[in-house]
């Protein structure tokens, strides 16, 4: 049977504030174990915890650049579970009433842009972190991470394969790296997902019944596991059996998810208001003093990277990623008014080196000008395409210019007629059987000599001019 | 009845309580009649009232996000039963 998969997706993304959610301490990452607690986030008896201003103010900033409903009034409840790295027995998290409501974000799916709908998004502290010690039976509990302030983000099941639940992880961590509420590094555990799957026969609109995969810690992997596990409940279905609704993980090694917990203890948080905290009411004026201070967004960006530039959709996508990235293309874009050529050299050449160095564009040797530097030589014919891709990776191992570079090293383009035919000469001489075969109709053959050419003149040739001589020299 | 015997022993388990039969019979009873109690309020009309999650008028006690000097190692693991380099030791996590 024809199945079609119905994902909704939860993210938990850190705030990069410079203290937890309800008390003081920092919340730094790598500090020594249990460096970073205090009586609050300890949960020892009598403690008041009181609310971080700024996890607030980021979460309406997030709320709003994903189009949310912010609650003019929103309140804490109690999430009652037992785990050792839970030291108060319960988490500060939100229920009824979260601070942001029925929101959208929108990704590019199949050349087509779609909005993948937002339930809510909270406030809520981090639990600490256990280490599972080998020898000796035990576990260790470091608290530092207890108590750091995190959003929830719950999606609708709006999301229809692995490839749009990556564009939509995506899409969420620019828009939160764009308003600078949280870095949403994936590897540092500060963006963690965990995707409800499941799947029904293509048309019908009844949900399955949804298995959930518990975090998973890199887009390539949530893709991964989504694939796996359309395909295991595929399987269980078309031989007559039934998907059983259950938490599980991913297995990055295998590939496989596989079941998390052997009963379904169904889980029982007792819910109730914390009476610890008062209600926090966000007024008009407040929303809208934190609108102001939201930034172009990736999607205006993209919108206005193809009207303004003319880029394709997939260039103006990519571009857009980062502020940082956009930002280069903007400065590189005003210095050579080439945006194109500015978008084709950042997409190919910088990227391919700075992946290879995990490199981010903050972190690039060539300034944007240098990049516009180098365009303008291309455009006025000192350096062709191809010499300027060995410019480019010199200026990018070396940090000079790219008038620098090609003084140094000599590679200025030769567009003088009389060098260039000299080397024409040469190069038929050497090679009489294939001139006088592409005299007699071989023209395939010109592209050989184009290629002997370039090489003879260690790529520096003008090759429009080489060409151009090349054929009037051929039909002597 | 308010509650059932069932209800005190998932509850029981829920907050990790181990209870003698009799005690399960006990909390029932006292259980049951602490909600009779409460009920009493349903005879009022709350259709207008909303609901109140803080007895105080209240709202927005927010701190500013500066950072407050935290517990020594030391001091933080002095109450811990176990602890081990710089840890609380606890039974290994089954999962």
């Not at chain 2, 009920?39 to 209240?58: C, I, R, Y």
Request: proline content about 5%; overall charge negative; charged content about 30%.
């Amino acid at each position: 049977m024809k199945y079609e998969a119905v994902i909704g997706l939860e993210v938990h993304a850190q705030l990069q504030t410079n203290t937890k959610i309800f008390c003081g301490c920092e919340t730094r990452f790598g500090e020594d174990a249990n460096t970073r607690t205090c009586p609050v986030c300890i949960g020892m008896p009598g403690v008041l915890p009181v609310l971080n201003r700024k996890a607030v103010e980021y979460i309406v900033k997030t709320g709003l650049a994903t189009h949310c409903t912010i609650n003019p009034s929103s309140r804490f409840a109690r999430k009652n579970y037992f785990y050792p790295d839970l030291p108060k027995g319960y988490q500060i998290s939100q229920y009824e009433l979260p601070v942001c409501e029925h929101g959208y974000v929108e990704i590019v799916a199949d050349g087509k842009v779609k909005r993948v709908g937002l339930t809510r998004i909270h406030l809520e502290e981090d639990a600490g972190k256990n280490l599972h010690q080998a020898e000796g039976g035990a576990s260790l509990v470091d608290l530092n991470r207890a108590g750091t302030p995190l959003m929830e983000i719950v999606s609708e099941p709006d999301i229809r394969t692995p490839e749009e639940a990556s564009e939509y992880l995506k899409k969420l961590r620019s828009i939160l790296r764009y308003i600078e509420v949280s870095d949403a590094d994936m590897e540092k555990g500060n963006f963690r997902c965990d995707a409800n799957v499941s799947i029904r026969p293509t048309g019908s609109t009844e949900f399955g019944t949804r298995a959930e995969i518990k975090n998973v810690n890199s887009f390539k992997f949530v893709q991964k596991a989504i694939e796996y596990e359309i395909k295991r409940q595929a399987q269980i279905l078309d031989e007559g059996g039934r998907v059983v609704q259950e938490t599980r993980l991913f297995d990055s090694s295998k590939g496989v998810t596989f079941s998390m917990r052997s009963k379904e203890e169904a889980h029982d948080y007792r819910y109730f208001p914390e009476p610890d905290l008062v209600p926090v009411v966000v007024s008009r004026e407040t929303v809208e003093q934190i609108a102001k201070t939201i930034p172009e967004l990736p999607d205006a960006k993209r919108t206005r990277f193809v009207q303004d530039y003319g880029l394709p959709e997939y260039d103006a996508d990519m571009l857009t990623q980062s502020r940082a990235l956009a930002a280069y293309f903007e400065e590189a874009t005003k210095r050579s008014n080439q945006p194109k050529v500015v978008s084709n050299w950042m997409m190919g050449e910088l990227m391919r080196l700075m992946n290879a160095e995990g490199k981010e564009i903050e972190d690039c040797p060539i300034m944007p000008e240098r990049l516009a530097g180098m365009i303008k030589m291309i455009g006025e014919g000192v350096i062709s395409t191809k010499i300027a891709k060995t410019v480019f990776e010199e200026m990018y191992k070396s940090g000079k210019d790219a008038e620098t570079v090609v003084k140094e090293q000599g590679l200025v383009q030769v567009s003088d007629t009389g060098a260039i035919e000299s080397i024409i000469d040469e190069v038929i001489k050497a090679n009489p059987a294939q001139a006088s075969d592409y005299k007699a109709g071989k023209e395939k053959l010109f592209g050989f000599f184009v290629g002997q050419v370039m090489k003879a003149s260690k790529g520096k040739a003008n090759p429009d001019m080489v060409n151009q001589l090349l054929k009037k020299k051929l039909s002597e | 009845m308010k509650i059932t015997k069932k209800e005190v022993e998932h509850v029981a388990k829920l907050a990790r309580l181990e209870l003698s039969d009799q005690a399960k019979d006990v909390f029932t009873d006292q259980l049951s009649n602490i909600l009779t109690y409460v009920e009493q309020l349903n005879e009022l009309d709350t259709k207008d009232v909303p609901p109140t999650s803080h007895v105080l008028d209240m709202s927005n006690v927010m701190r500013d996000d500066v950072p407050q000097e935290s517990l020594s190692q030391e001091r933080a693991l002095a109450n811990a039963p176990d602890k081990a380099a710089g840890h609380y030791r606890v039974p290994k996590i089954i999962e």
